[in-house]
C-alpha cells in the first residue's frame, strides 16, 4: 500500500467516524426534545386514550359467579358485519361453496364437468360421495373438507349439492 493510499484510508476513517458521532448525537438530542414535547401530547390525544382502554378491555376475564356483562364484546361503531346468505338448494350450494374448488380443480378436486375424473367416484356409489362431501375426505389427490369448509350447512343440502355435481359430470 502507498503512502497516498494509507493517508486517504486515514482520512476517510476520521470523516467517516466524525459522520458517526454527529448522527448519534442528532439521534440523541431529538430523542431528548421529544421526551419532553411529545410524550405530554400523546398521552392527552382522545384517540390514543381509546386505543389503550380498548386493549385493556380485550385483556379482562370473565369470573364466574359475578357479573360480567361490562365484558361483552360489542361491534365497533359503524362497523360492517357480513354475513353468509344461507342458500336454499343444491345449485346455490354448488354456487356459493363447492364451486370455488370444483370450477377450477384446486386443491385436487375434480372439476365439475370432467367426466373422466368423475367416473371413479360416481362408481363408488352416492352414499360414498354424501360421507365424503359431509365428513370430508383425505385422498391421493387432494382434499375434501367437511361441508366444502360450512359447517352451517344441513346434510341435506349437501346431498343436493353432490346430486348436482354429479348430474354436471354424467
Known amino acids: 500500500m502507498s503512502t497516498q493510499d494509507s493517508k486517504f484510508f486515514n482520512i476517510f476513517s476520521l470523516v467517516l467516524g466524525i459522520l458517526i458521532v454527529i448522527t448519534i448525537l442528532l439521534f440523541a438530542f431529538a430523542r431528548g426534545v421529544g421526551r419532553n414535547t411529545q410524550l405530554a401530547h400523546v398521552e392527552s390525544d382522545p384517540k ?3 386505543d389503550v382502554e380498548t ?3 380485550s385483556g ?3 369470573i364466574a359467579g359475578q357479573d360480567n356483562s361490562a365484558l361483552a364484546i360489542a361491534p365497533a361503531a359503524g362497523a360492517v358485519v357480513a354475513t353468509l346468505a344461507m342458500p336454499t338448494s343444491g345449485v346455490e350450494v354448488y354456487e356459493q361453496v363447492c364451486g370455488a374448488c370444483h370450477l377450477n380443480g384446486i386443491g385436487g378436486a375434480p372439476k365439475s364437468d370432467d367426466r373422466a ?3 371413479p367416484r360416481i362408481a363408488q356409489g352416492t352414499a360414498t360421495l354424501y360421507k365424503h362431501a359431509i365428513e370430508g375426505y383425505t385422498g391421493k389427490s387432494g382434499v375434501m373438507p367437511a361441508k366444502g369448509g360450512r359447517a352451517d350447512l ?4 349437501v346431498q343436493a349439492a353432490v346430486d348436482h355435481m354429479v348430474s354436471k359430470a354424467q
Open 55 to 57: 386493549n385493556l378491555t
Open 60 to 62: 379482562r376475564v370473565a
Open 48 to 50: 390514543y386514550v381509546a
Open 117 to 119: 375424473a368423475w367416473a
Open 154 to 157: 344441513s346434510d341435506e343440502l
